[in-house]
């Protein structure tokens, strides 16, 4: 059974109390929270007064997913607002080892994000570092996008090295998951499933949400 993360990308902003409380009652495993700069990604979402709001509603763990360029800038400040798992893009990390250790110091897992052109590979001085690789199976930026098919090949090869390397990285997949694919990412070696449209856009998210985690 996979972790469920919803995204409350896509959940009613006016709603949010409401919102969290149903993740709280669904099986949903994370709340998967997506901080975008309109630097890194051409799109702005929300930033630390949000994710404590949203923080004071919620009873699961805070999945915080950081869009922005020079993340290590902020490590201690999405600690104080309630993350638990705080994970940074590779293509915004020019000394990702170092951040990696910042925010473990912190006391949070530190997750490490990769852009659909990214090659896994480029992990395998770090992967015993990261405790969750963020596989983005769209580009990353807005939610509802159509989920890229060439993400199954990179969930295998990642596996592989993670196993290979006897690490404890989960991996997550971020980005156009549905009913129809989640079976097929985890049979690749997926561990958390990110989903934000196909639950919230749902008639009933908290029966979406059962239906993902029965998969
Ligand atoms: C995309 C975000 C995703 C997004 C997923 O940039 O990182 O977490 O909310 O949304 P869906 O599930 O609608 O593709
Ligand atoms: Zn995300």
Redesign the pocket.
Known sequence: MAIIAP?V??ADFANLQRDSEMLNRSEADWF?I?V?DGVF?P?ISFGMPVIKAIKKHAKKTMDV?L?IVQPERYIKEFKAVGADILTVHYEASTHLHRTLQAIKAEGMQAGV?LNPHTNVNVLEDTIEDIDLV?M??????????K?IERTYEKVRQLRKMIDDRGASTKIEI????TTANAKQLIEAGADVL??????FNSEDPEATIAELKAI
């Open positions: 995204s990308l896509a998967h997506d975008m990604v799109n997913h869009m994000a963020c983005m199976s769209v580009n990353p930026g807005f939610g509802g996008q989920f971020d980005g156009g998951v990110v989903a934000g449209s196909f639950v």
